[in-house]
């Protein structure tokens, strides 16, 4: 059983920019030589979130709507107030999205559907260099189980 | 340290259709040989995500209506105009919902409050076949910690 | 390779009280004689949630303006006829933030940025103790990789 813990550096134009970071975990998980066990991604801040989708345009499109039609960028958000900022909605969203994801692997292959990216949502206000993790979890050799 | 994964099926009549997991998740932990550890529950494909509720027909009712209320089958999805297809409200509730938990177990049992069950939410737009994994990762003896 | 799962006490004032546990959680880890692994954060019971936020004061209050606006109080719930109560919409708002968080940490230290910190969101509408599970799956020294 071995723990093993990579940071990965991707760059975001934010305001929402939706990043296909599926390939970056997959190739964190082939190139360790752990055959079975469990992928946490987790993104550090505290204005992007993960999840997954089937990435393709038109369902970016959509999500990106759906996050302004609920939180929408131009209301009134008290956090403003206590840093003179405008990302009081990427905040919220973040928040609503989840820091977290837990993807199993086996046989050194992520278990998602073929239409299944992991994805991050950069909700910030500017373009940056978003840093997450990838920490795998798991055995080299699987149980017969 | 193990790392146990199981794959399971389940029938759902889609559209949203909740279907409470527990019992398999519970049995999936009970009839391994591991005393602690957590289990990562990850449900494969985009149109379908995991939570907790209490599982009673009044909460399935009033998530049901939360999730139209929040994104109606019945907008424009661009997600249609790449397939042809119906289920961009479903891909967008799945996105939201997010494809995985972690429940830590102990003694053998998940560590679920009396009132809180565990649910797989098809949004698909048609009867099928879902398939989940569940990963246990633990010890066979507990930690006296 | 080590499980360790503590049980976490606290106070809550119900009626959507956020909870900053980084704290609890950070000494959890620290007080192990763990140095690399993942937090699985875990809260038992069908009416709170867990995620992570800037917590300051505009925040909390954007986040829970967010709840109020998406999942009412004053609608009407199913689960209200199931058992006579008040709380569909505690029950709604916690399953759609999701009961579970998992954290890496590293060097003994959550991968949290600076301005992250993990809160519990006590959905129910009423003062109670929460019960949250942090348990702890790593290893004494850190992987080299």
Do not use: Q
């Given at each position: 059983m071995t723990v093993s813990t990579r940071c990965h550096s991707v760059s975001s134009q934010g305001n929402g920019h939706i990043i296909d970071i599926t390939g970056d975990v997959q190739d964190t998980v082939a190139s360790s030589d752990l055959n079975a066990g469990v992928a946490t991604v987790f993104v550090t801040g505290s204005t992007a979130g993960l999840t997954t989708v089937e990435y393709e345009?038109?369902?970016?499109?959509?999500?990106?709507?759906?996050?302004?039609?609920?939180?929408p960028r131009a209301m009134e958000y008290r956090h403003h107030e206590t840093w003179n900022d405008d990302n009081g909605h990427s905040h919220v969203r973040a928040s609503m999205l989840g820091p977290s994801l837990a993807v199993p692997f086996v046989e050194g292959a992520l278990t998602l559907g073929t239409w299944q990216q992991i994805i991050l949502v950069d909700f910030d206000t500017r373009p940056r260099t978003r840093e997450y993790i990838v920490q795998l979890i798991g055995e080299s050799h699987g149980n017969p189980d």
């Open positions: 345009p038109g369902l970016v499109h959509d999500l990106t709507a759906a996050f302004e039609r609920l939180y």
